[in-house]
């Protein structure tokens, strides 16, 4: 949605892949979409049908008044985001050069009440260890992998005691919010984003309970905060795997924490246009999930997410309020307004 006139461009995000529907029988409403009690169901209908409804919304209504602004809006939509996005929003950004802006707002699922400025970073992990084989009568003569692979498993838990510099402002702003988002989020939340975490999502070995097994493997999920590094964790990680012999390491993904400053002008637009419509004060925090917003400020554009607060995401009968969807429209399309306005158009 171009302007009259050159200006900046801000961009608005959002995927269209969902989860899976593999639960059809438990669900009461139509997960291809029904309205019933001021609520909308369907399958993705919080992540994120309805965050891309609210982009169109508003890109509909600010081509009506086009002509007194300057810049331009451009909506991205991709697939892949459940799949870290790296083929859908990422492609997007390398191959296509209006993909990126001045600012970025990203639709994802969450709540207008709670505006998330950044973004954990992430390490994937697999762990094999390889033993000697032999029946379990003979112990001397076999080597268990998956002794090896527990022992190393267990002072892997140590990263969670890594020390994290984050910038005060991060921290400043974690602590403001956390009255208000963690209601939303779980407590625990605000503790989560400022530490290292590491959770083992899957484990397997051996063949048979009176085998010493010769081979275990394991997968690991590690979120990095604002002020630990890709590289730091990585060095701790391969000191411990260092100590175990039979132990080898590979690293399936990475990509570092990413934050815009909580006072950007996007997020303070934002923010009072969110308080004006829905009469609370959002709170600035960062966020414990991925999302592509990350993508974002990889490419060195201030991003900020906003989107609709989410009732059984991923679960039957997932729904979010449609009072709530239809501000998130009028919230997108002023602050949009406001965005190309500033630059004195209007």
């Known amino acids: 949605m171009r302007g009259a006139r050159p200006g900046r461009r801000l961009v608005f995000n959002g995927h269209l892949d969902t989860f899976p529907l593999v639960n059809v029988h ?4 139509d997960p291809n979409g029904e309205e019933r009690d001021g609520k909308l169901y369907g399958l993705g209908v919080s992540d994120m049908k309805g965050g891309v409804a609210a982009i169109v919304f508003a890109l509909r209504h600010l081509a009506a008044v086009r002509n007194g ?12 985001e459940e799949s870290m996005g790296t083929e859908g929003t990422g492609y997007l950004l390398n191959h296509v050069p209006h993909a990126g802006g001045d600012a970025m707002i990203s639709a994802d699922t969450g709540s207008p009440n709670v505006l998330r400025f950044g973004e954990k970073g992430m390490i994937w992990l697999r762990l094999d260890a390889v033993g000697k084989s032999a029946h379990a009568a003979h112990v001397h003569k076999g080597d268990s992998a998956i002794e090896k692979l527990l022992d190393v498993v267990q002072e892997l838990k140590s990263v969670r005691d890594y020390p994290v510099d984050a910038p005060a402002e991060v921290l400043a702003a974690i602590e403001r919010s956390a009255a208000t988002s963690e209601p939303l989020s779980g407590v625990g939340e605000s503790d989560v984003l400022r530490h290292v975490t590491i959770t083992f999502g899957t484990i397997s070995g051996g063949r048979l309970s009176n085998l010493i097994a010769d081979h275990a493997t394991a997968t690991a999920d590690i979120r990095l905060p604002v002020g630990a590094s890709v590289a730091q964790i990585e060095a701790r990680i391969t000191e411990i795997i260092a100590r175990h012999p039979g132990i080898s390491l590979e690293i399936t993904r990475r990509y570092e ?40 400020r990889q490419h060195g554009v201030p991003t900020v997410v906003c989107g609709l607060t989410s009732y059984n995401m991923g679960a039957a009968d997932e729904h979010v309020h449609i009072d709530e969807l239809c501000a998130l429209g009028e919230i997108f399309t002023l602050t949009a307004f406001d965005y190309l306005a500033a630059q004195g158009g209007v």
């Not at 969110?274 to 925090?285: I, Q, R, S, Y």
Request: charged share 20%; proline share 5%; net charge negative.
């Open 26 to 29: 438990q669900w009461s409403a």
């Open 69 to 80: 602004l300057a810049g331009e809006v451009v909506a991205t939509f991709a697939g892949d």
């Open 257 to 296: 924490p990413s934050w815009t400053a909580p006072d950007h002008e996007v997020i303070k637009l934002l923010s009072r246009h969110c308080a004006a419509k829905l009469g609370t004060e959002p709170v600035v925090n960062m966020r414990v999930g991925a999302s592509d917003a990350r993508l974002y």
